[in-house]
């Protein structure tokens, strides 16, 4: 099936699945934005894609690339949505604060927090320089006795070695034109 024709035939089944959806909502007399719709459907329409890919319609490459486009899309939305909370955080609290109860299943109230910053004291300076000076002392170390060698400085003293945790991942970089 063409590339074309399958993009059709997934945007025909989420609006199936839209429509579904949206007569479920109006026997209960409520009404759905395409907002919420898009967004109600987006489980289906993953769940679509993953099955195009187990059927062999979709390579694993060109999904894991579609799905990092929806991640892209959601990140920059989620924080654009943050971002207007937090613009707003006053008036929404004031608002919830008519509803001691909860609202809409949730109970919202506007909260502080102090976080202390010591990087302008210069005992802490010092102490982050040599912390850091100790890290690369440990890394090299290890990086010696990888090659064979031991794990002492220049006074026979043992140097502690790190743990190295491995973990693996897809890095998605954007190739420049």
């Known amino acids: 099936m063409g590339a074309s024709k ?3 035939m997934d945007q025909r089944e989420i609006e199936e699945l839209n429509f579904a959806e949206q007569l479920a909502f109006e026997e209960k007399g409520e009404k759905l934005s395409t907002v919420q719709l898009g967004l109600n459907a987006m489980p289906e329409l993953i769940d679509l894609e993953i099955q195009q890919f187990e059927n062999g319609d979709i390579s694993s490459l060109d999904l894991a690339i579609k799905f ?7 990140k920059s939305l989620s924080e654009k949505m943050d971002e207007w ?6 008036s929404i609290s ?5 509803y001691p109860e909860g609202y809409h299943g949730y109970k919202i ?4 927090r102090e ?3 010591y990087k302008h004291i210069a005992k802490w300076i010092e102490l982050e320089k040599a912390k850091k000076d100790f890290e690369e002392k440990c890394k090299l170390a290890f990086k010696l006795v990888q090659k064979g060698g031991l794990n002492v400085d220049e006074s026979g003293e043992e140097i502690p070695l790190p743990i190295i945790k491995t973990t693996s991942f897809i890095k998605f970089d ?3 034109k």
């Open 6 to 8: 399958q993009s059709f």
């Open 68 to 74: 990092r486009g929806y991640m892209d899309k959601f």
């Open 85 to 90: 909370i937090v613009e707003k955080r006053i």
């Open 94 to 98: 004031d608002e919830a604060d008519k």
């Open 109 to 112: 109230y506007l909260q502080s």
């Open 115 to 117: 976080t202390p910053n």
């Open 174 to 176: 954007t190739v420049k």
